[in-house]
């Protein structure tokens, strides 16, 4: 099962460091996403991998503290449904927005009655 590891890595300040980490991580067996957020100093890996040997891989590079590690979340299938019902209406609209144009081309073809 596949699991999101939360670390906080201190002497990430610059991009030098950040590529250290990510190529330090990246050697880990069943790692499958890296994200770094420079701004709070924080490393983010998911995958189906040992979060010991990822810890034990960047304390080479400095001071770690671990935030959280727990299960990846999976993306809810409701999301898609709700975006579905959106278009709907839409498509109704677009139906009714013809016949409007029906109903002009219409009348310009019928003759018009002077009096």
């Known amino acids: 099962m596949a699991q999101k590891v939360v670390l906080k890595i201190l002497s990430m ?8 980490s990510f190529e330090a991580v990246a050697d880990v067996l069943g790692v499958d996403f890296i994200s ?11 995958g189906d991998m040992d979060a010991v040997a990822v810890v034990k891989k960047l304390k080479k590079i400095g001071k770690i503290n671990i935030l959280s590690i727990g299960p990846a979340k999976e993306e809810k299938k409701e999301e898609p449904k709700k ?19 029906e109903k002009k081309e219409e009348e310009k073809k019928q003759p018009q009655v002077k009096q």
């Open 83 to 101: 975006e579905e019902k959106k278009e709907e209406p839409k498509k109704e609209e677009k139906k009714e927005e013809p016949k409007k144009e």
């Open 36 to 46: 770094a957020d420079m701004s709070n100093q924080k490393l983010t890996v998911i």
């Open 13 to 20: 300040t610059d991009d030098k460091t950040k590529q250290k």
